[in-house]
T-cell receptor
Framework: DTEVTQTPKHLVMGMTNKKSLKCEQHMGHRAMYWYKQKAKKPPELMFVYSYEKLSINESVPSRFSPECPNSSLLNLHLHALQPEDSALYLC??????????FGEGSRLTVL | RKEVEQDPGPFNVPEGATVAFNCTYSNSASQSFFWYRQDCRKEPKLLMSVYSSGNEDGRFTAQLNRASQYISLLIRDSKLSDSATYLCVVNPSGAGSYQLTFGKGTKLSVIP
């Protein structure tokens, strides 16, 4: 059982839609992450929030917009996505320099 | 040289076999090392952290060789349920860093 909860598990959206992915953790971790994973590839870091501040943005296109409303929640707002953005989006949290705890992921399909 | 490199795989082994994976890292200042397991279409899950003294958990043994800059994972008495992709993860910058680096993963198939 994962202690990082992501919703929705599956999402299908058109290129003109606006949607959001949500992530919640109650382990008291102050670092939260968004990763993108394509088939047969390792997870690719998108964003890191540390103490609710954006600390790393790996040159992600602006059509992906992260938000950290509080220490337990992390959102990823999606707008005007492309079909190549279809992937598994993984949220994770961690203690400092510690291991990542992943949610089950949100599988996104962009039509 | 890539930051984290893993054996390319795939490894196809019979049940009961012993199999070992290696992972090399380029940054000698790296402080934290982990092995994750990922099943098809699932999230990665922590298998083991890797400590300087080496550590063992049942059939799994992880070791760190700082001089040669590699970590290894040994699986003894392989089970069908061990079939998965094994990801090596390294924290290249030590305490306070959140930028963990993933290897590309090694796929293991345990065959009946």
């Amino acid at each position: 059982d994962t202690e990082v909860t992501q919703t929705p598990k599956h999402l299908v959206m058109g290129m003109t839609n606006k949607k959001s992915l949500k992530c919640e953790q109650h382990m008291g971790h102050r670092a939260m992450y968004w990763y993108k994973q394509k088939a047969k590839k390792p997870p690719e870091l998108m964003f890191v929030y540390s103490y609710e501040k954006l600390s790393i943005n790996e040159s992600v296109p602006s059509r992906f917009s992260p938000e950290c409303p509080n220490s337990s929640l992390l959102n990823l707002h999606l707008h005007a996505l492309q079909p190549e953005d279809s992937a598994l989006y993984l949220c994770a949290s961690s203690p400092p320099a510690g291991e990542l705890f992943f949610g089950e992921g949100s599988r996104l399909t962009v039509l | 040289r890539k930051e984290v490199e893993q054996d390319p795989g795939p490894f196809n082994v019979p049940e009961g076999a012993t199999v070992a994976f290696n992972c090399t890292y380029s940054n000698s200042a790296s402080q934290s090392f982990f092995w994750y397991r990922q099943d098809c279409r699932k999230e990665p899950k922590l298998l083991m952290s890797v400590y300087s003294s080496g550590n063992e958990d049942g059939r799994f043994t992880a070791q760190l060789n700082r001089a040669s800059q590699y970590i290894s994972l040994l699986i003894r008495d392989s089970k069908l349920s061990d079939s998965a992709t094994y990801l090596c993860v390294v924290n290249p910058s030590g305490a306070g860093s959140y930028q963990l680096t993933f290897g590309k993963g090694t796929k293991l198939s345990v065959i009946p």
